[in-house]
């Protein structure tokens, strides 16, 4: 819920008084309720749903609902007889809300009311943060880079595409474009808005948000919407930090996959891959790679080899972020030109 509550109890007001008037005004404040009636009727029917946060749906009802509360506080004044005390009434209602803004600045477009806090507060992170600024976070995080990163730095975003963030904003002095070091760690800082954990699919993301310590990270009532990360081992959490070759207990094969068993549940970093032909580095880097604590629930990880693997020397190497497994299948997708029994495959984990 982003809209104020003053507003939606004038709005209620305007609402009752179109109903009273129909009619008058030359049917406009009736015109304006069935508008907003009519959005919200469209969104809430089952055969339809929400797109892009809902933002297109909530601005299509500012300009009727503004109109609409305003519509309530003169039917009130007029019902009330006294416009000084509707007019300091309203302002009264709205010193809260304008308190609550001057804390967000420069958030602003991330304000909840206090229904959020109240009644939906287990959703509030689908309302706050970082994607849902539409890229306003990436400001404050460029602003502490220009301030800290010693000169000559390197910067990229994660995964966010580079016309979000111009080059203009940063320090003349800084590199900024598409360099990723990943385990390499070559010191690159890396800028990215927050996601919900369900829609954080991407590996350059969960090695970010899961291998580092953020160097700087701005909230909202909580909930973070920006990191910045330094993709050096200074930064990478505790539990990282140690890696190693990990015992396969067994692999099976078949026409569509290879299982990896490991001997123990483990913290992933990386699959090698041997192929024993080029035909079969083809059908490699086409497969899917899947992962699970238990050998019965399997979840599959976003990118396909070919998106994410490095090849080198005839060897592909596909990284993981820490994922927990203690199976690890390929899935070839599409034509399969294997004989996956000549395939050798090492894996490496953290300890």
Known sequence: MQIPIPTILLAGIGSVAALATVGGYGFAPFLWFIYIATVI??????????????????????????????????WARRRLGSRAVVMVGIIVLYVPVFWTMTKLHPNENLYTNVLEDLFWKNTKQQLVNGVVSY?????????????????????????????????????????YGGFWSGYAQQGEYLLELTAEESSAQFFPYLYASRILVPVYEKSVDGYPIVRVWKNDAGHVRPEFRVSGPVAIEKALWDKDEVVARLQHLTRLQSLSITPASSACQNSVMNAYVLVSPDGTTYR????????????????????????????????????????ASLMHIEVTGFK
Request: aromatic fraction near 12%; proline fraction near 4%; charge should be negative.
């Open 41 to 74: 009727l469209r969104v809430v029917l089952p055969i339809n749903s929400l797109y892009g946060s809902a933002l297109r749906q909530i601005m299509e009802i500012i300009g009727p609902l503004s109109l609409l509360a305003g519509f309530g506080a003169a």
């Open 135 to 175: 890229g306003n976070a990436y400001k404050q995080g460029v602003d502490w880079i220009n301030t800290h990163a010693e000169s000559g730095a390197s910067v990229s975003l994660v995964t966010g595409i580079g016309s979000a963030v111009p080059y203009t904003m940063f320090r003349p002095d800084l590199h």
């Open 300 to 339: 599959r990880l976003y990118e396909t080899i070919r998106e994410l693997a490095v090849s080198d020397s005839g060897i592909i190497r596909y990284p993981f972020s820490g994922e927990a497994a203690a199976f690890i299948k390929l899935f070839f997708y599409g034509s399969n030109d294997c004989d």
